[in-house]
DNA sequence: GTCGGCAGTTTGGTCTGACCATATGGCCTG
DNA sequence: CAGGCCATATGGTCAGACCAAACTGCCGAC
């Protein structure tokens, strides 16, 4: 058989813990909003120890399914929630800095993504939405405007048009990729020779994107919005190449 | 100012630990392979006790990027390792269990990443990794399958596509959004009226994608991934529609 | 009677120290 | 020299205490 051998690996305490409320959740019994029992009260109902507890409500948390809150009152306690983002933000993060992932495949998953939220964003996108995304344009046009801050306001831009096409999973998954390259393109944005040029031509473009969603025109903004990646992240190889490859 | 006022919400000591580790993931002083000192020497080094430290390595396993080993000797104690699948996969499952995400989002989502797999394939795939996927294929057509281990087999085909396409990164989103879908789509099989004619329908068009792959077509073999895609989803949301709208 | 503050209670966060489980390294015996 | 047993290093778990935060409600001052 074509099947290898695992090795079996012992489930540890909290590892149970977890797959026990993982089943509560694919079972639906717990939803977001509900509260889990007190710890002091839980540990021993599953039979675990408070701190073996804590280590599987801390991976809970960890991927943004969970929120802990001291004290007492309605919000007190541990709550189911749903915020992926930061989770998966963190997550492409690190990973990204270890070198699990290699630029290019950053960029790929980049196109591919942005050109899907835009052409999205160009059917579904609501005015207010729309305005909020020219806001953080106008912003950037500002000759006054730090490097730091306008790649903070470049990340959102993108960010708002992907959450703007009324899709919550390749918005979270657009944030977490942009997210993941953040201080390399701030690393970039710093080292660029003629930043002031640089920032012009980054807000034009932006705003014939912008200018595109509007117009409801989402394969022409798709495919911009792919020049306008490809063309950034070509300057990021330029700047990383000392990097050298990333190790199998 | 458009900005919002945020909660300063103080931070907890494993969250101190935590950005104590990750900054020397990000400054490269820890890497893939590396150890790190016993928790019994780093506790008193950071200044926490051993639970607070051990909450924050928790946080680290639980997204792929250390694992832990008792024992002695060059595999045991704490190392850093670049094993995002899991973490990913368990994040999305979770959150879409919640409702995170609509069915329709997962579906684009998938659409997109692996249209983007598909079309990379067929311009890099080796012949080994394709041999893989054809080995997958053959296994699903044997008639004595069952439904459980086809959508195993079907996972995994559309998982060895992507991880065939060069690109890690899409590799794991797609692995990810697939597992996070899998007990839908099974629930869809065990209820297809006619087993056998769907897992013949399913497995022609899996045949002609890794035909098209194999003849360096990745336009078409995008084309008809996208319709296997969308096509088999469509029986998903008629499976679902009991489950109402996700609240906000 | 109302407002403000103070104490009580609930709950998560942290610490300490102990003991258990696992896996290797090396000695010791046959 | 081979096999088994013990020492050691390391993560995993447990128990109990105390700290910190945040709401509840009483109680006194006005």
Same mark, same amino acid.
């Given at each position: 058989?074509?099947?290898?051998?695992?090795?079996?690996?012992?489930?540890?305490?909290?590892?149970?813990?977890?797959?026990?409320?993982?089943?509560?959740?694919?079972?639906?019994?717990?939803?977001?909003?509900?509260?889990?029992?007190?710890?002091?009260?839980?540990?021993?109902?599953?039979?675990?120890?408070?701190?073996?507890?804590?280590?599987?409500?801390?991976?809970?948390?960890?991927?943004?399914?969970?929120?802990?809150?001291?004290?007492?009152?309605?919000?007190?306690?541990?709550?189911?929630?749903?915020?992926?983002?930061?989770?998966?933000?963190?997550?492409?993060?690190?990973?990204?800095?270890?070198?699990?992932?290699?630029?290019? %495949?950053?960029?790929?998953?980049?196109?591919?993504?942005?050109?899907?939220?835009?052409?999205?964003?160009?059917?579904?996108?609501?005015?207010?939405?729309? %305005?909020?995304?020219?806001?953080?344009?106008?912003?950037?046009?500002?000759?006054?405007?730090?490097?730091?801050?306008?790649?903070?306001?470049?990340?959102?831009?993108?960010?708002?048009?992907?959450?703007?096409?009324?899709?919550?999973?390749?918005?979270?998954?657009?944030?977490?990729?942009?997210?993941?390259?953040?201080?390399?393109?701030?690393?970039?944005?710093?080292?660029?020779?003629?930043?002031?040029?640089?920032?012009?031509?980054?807000?034009?473009?932006?705003?014939?994107?912008?200018?595109?969603?509007?117009?409801?025109?989402?394969?022409?903004?798709?495919?911009?919005?792919?020049?306008?990646?490809?063309?950034?992240?070509?300057?990021?190889?330029?700047?990383?190449?000392?990097?050298?490859?990333?190790?199998?």
């Amino acid at each position: 058989m074509s099947v290898e051998w695992q090795p079996v690996r012992q489930s540890r305490t909290h590892e149970l813990v977890l797959e026990s409320i993982e089943q509560r959740v694919f079972a639906g019994e717990l939803k977001a909003g509900d509260r889990l029992p007190p710890e002091r009260e839980l540990a021993p109902v599953l039979g675990v120890s408070r701190s073996a507890l804590r280590e599987a409500l801390r991976v809970l948390e960890t991927i943004g399914v969970l929120v802990a809150q001291a004290g007492r009152g309605p919000d007190a306690g541990a709550r189911i929630v749903r915020n992926p983002d930061d989770a998966l933000g963190r997550l492409l993060r690190l990973h990204f800095a270890l070198g699990s992932y290699r630029l290019e %495949d950053v960029l790929e998953a980049r196109v591919v993504l942005e050109r899907s939220s835009f052409a999205a964003a160009a059917e579904h996108a609501s005015a207010e939405d729309l %305005d909020e995304a020219e806001a953080l344009l106008v912003r950037m046009q500002e000759p006054s405007v730090g490097v730091a801050e306008f790649n903070d306001l470049d990340t959102r831009f993108h960010v708002q048009i992907a959450r703007s096409s009324g899709n919550q999973l390749t918005s979270t998954l657009t944030s977490a990729v942009r997210e993941s390259v953040r201080p390399l393109i701030l690393r970039a944005l710093e080292a660029a020779e003629d930043w002031p040029a640089t920032a012009d031509g980054l807000n034009v473009e932006h705003a014939e994107l912008l200018r595109l969603v509007r117009a409801g025109q989402g394969a022409e903004a798709a495919d911009l919005a792919e020049k306008h990646i490809r063309g950034f992240h070509g300057t990021l190889v330029d700047e990383k190449d000392e990097g050298g490859e990333a190790a199998g």
